[in-house]
């Protein structure tokens, strides 16, 4: 017996579907065109190429029968020869189509069977890619939803739409989760997959604390406080930096509320988390004073060019600088994105005084002095005999006990021990094999050459296909640690700068770009790094 539907009951189903999977009628209309197309091919034969249309206003369903125009006909069922086509339509040409009407078939058991399974796999599709669409849009926002049911950890949450998961290590530690309860979340990711579209939320993510207080501040909904960066261990405890574009707010306190009701809203959503908040400023030593509260720092030491601070605190102070199991450091540190290394005031005394050994030793060794003459250079903050050779002379005739000619015969000293140094180095520079016009780039020195020959980097085009990254080595930060890779000049006072300045020359001298090209590059890179600071500033 066979099935059928009028056009009403047509554009009834559409209508229908396409309010009950919220997807677009026109969708539902094509999905039913395939259909109809498909079993067609099952009555008409499999090898013919048949079209339905079915107008979306009235529901009328129009079959064709596709057949190609060739010279030589193979297939009866596909193609036609091109002067059939002529009687049918004068102005056919080859490598067109040309439509012959069907007559409306009658849908047998099978066909309307395999029609409804094309349907539903259609509507299925398009309501995935409603999601997908819908959700990918959301990322970086916070949502609401039921726990549908909880699998080895994972907690699936039904959105209305469509369902989530929180993974188990998206979840606040010994947080727990039943049927029907209510559960916030960030969206952190959305992801096309063969199940359909997976939305990831997150309870750990620091957006979702950041967010959580955008909601509770009105101050930072408007954009007045910036959230400038936030460290957690979720669960536990967190630092969050915050900063003011209106001098007469103080971010601290709107971000604190009165009597603590905003943070204490936070606080609760987080399972008692708490909530350290400090107030953001350019000035990195400041910075890690208030970064490191409750524990009081008395002395910040930076290195700003490995991004490392050693941070002063009085003994006393040292376990709760550190925190428990390393929290509060930890936390600081990735407040601020630098290294941070807590010394007691014992232990940088006695860092000091060896510092202070080890360079009255070097004088003595080096400059051939005594000890008292070593130690007055020391004290004078000279670090290292290039200090004494390179600064100006009445620099160290200033100093109390020495005249010009002590002066000039130190500096005469320490020009001949790094001359000296430099030839047994010129030596070990030619064994090792590296190229004599390495010494043309500026600031490259003997010291620099035999490190670049123990790395096998013997010529001009070897050092021009290096990275400054090769040179000085680089950083990798990680959500629980930052990782340093040393470079071949790690050892050397050498900075990112002048590693970058030295591969450019070395580029220009081996043919690989001209000297135009690397100042527009420079002029680009300037104004690229003076738009990033001014969008940070903007942020």
Not at 32 to 47: F, V
Not at 165 to 187: H, K, Q
Not at 190 to 203: A, D, H, K, T
Not at 456 to 465: L, M, Q, V, W
Request: hydrophobic share 40%.
């Amino acid at each position: 017996m066979g099935v059928s539907a009028n056009r009403l009951e047509l554009l009834q189903i559409a209508d229908a579907v396409a309010r009950e999977k919220s997807i677009d009628r026109l969708i539902v209309i094509e999905a039913m065109q395939d259909a109809i197309q498909k079993a067609a091919r099952s009555r008409y034969g499999a090898e013919t190429e048949v079209k339905a249309e079915i107008n979306p206003k009235t529901g009328e369903l129009r079959l064709w029968r596709l057949l190609e125009i060739v010279e030589n006909v193979e297939e009866p069922s596909r193609e036609i020869s091109l002067e059939d086509a002529r009687k049918k339509a004068p102005e056919a040409e080859l490598g067109q189509y040309i439509s012959e009407p069907l007559p409306p078939i009658e849908f047998g058991r099978i066909a309307a069977q395999s029609a409804k399974q094309v349907i539903v796999q259609k509507v299925r599709d398009a309501e995935r890619e409603n999601i997908y669409n819908e959700y990918c849009d959301r990322i970086g926002e916070i949502i609401n939803g039921t726990v549908k049911r909880v699998e080895y950890g994972n907690v699936i949450v039904d959105l209305g739409k469509g369902e989530a998961i929180i993974r188990r290590d998206e979840l606040i530690p010994r947080e727990t989760f039943r049927y029907g309860d209510r559960v916030r979340a960030y969206i952190y990711d959305v992801r096309r997959e063969q199940r359909g579209p997976q939305i990831f939320l997150s309870r750990t993510h620091p957006q979702f604390m950041a967010k959580l207080f955008m909601q509770e501040v009105p101050e930072i909904y408007d954009g007045i406080i910036t959230i400038r960066s936030i460290a957690r261990d979720p669960g536990s405890r967190a630092k969050i930096a915050v900063s003011s574009t209106d001098s007469s707010i103080d971010p601290v306190g709107a971000c604190v509320g009165m009597r603590g009701s905003r943070v204490q809203a936070v606080v609760n959503e987080l399972q008692g988390e708490k909530v350290d908040i400090i107030q953001w400023t350019d000035n990195i030593a400041d910075l890690v004073v208030a970064a490191l509260q409750p524990a009081q720092v008395t002395k910040v030491v930076l290195d700003e060019q490995s991004e490392k601070i050693e941070a002063v605190v009085p003994d006393e102070q040292l376990s709760l600088a550190i925190g428990r199991r390393g929290q509060n450091v930890r936390l600081a540190s990735q407040l601020i994105g630098w290294d941070i290394d807590i010394l007691t005031e014992q232990d940088e005394s006695e860092r000091r005084n060896k510092e202070f050994i080890d360079r009255t030793e070097l004088f003595m060794a080096s400059l051939d002095v005594d000890e008292m003459l070593a130690q007055l250079l020391a004290s004078e903050g000279f670090t290292s005999i290039e200090d004494l050779a390179y600064i100006e002379l009445e620099e160290i005739a200033s100093i109390q006990g020495l005249d010009n000619d002590m002066a000039t015969e130190l500096q005469n000293r320490a020009i001949e021990y790094l001359n000296e140094k430099e030839i047994v180095l010129d030596e070990e520079r030619k064994k090792l094999g590296v190229s004599d016009d390495l010494y043309d780039i500026s600031g490259m020195n003997a010291a620099m050459l035999v490190a670049l020959g123990k790395e096998n980097i013997k010529t001009i085009e070897d050092f021009a296909g290096c990275a400054a990254d090769d040179l000085v080595g680089w950083i990798e930060k990680g959500k629980e640690e930052t990782k340093r890779f040393t470079g071949i000049f790690s050892s050397l006072p050498v900075s990112r700068e002048e590693a970058e300045a030295m591969i450019l020359e070395a580029r220009i001298k081996a043919g690989w770009i001209e000297k135009e090209e690397s100042e527009q590059s420079e002029e680009i890179n300037q104004e690229e790094q003076l738009e990033e600071e001014d969008k940070n500033k903007g942020e």
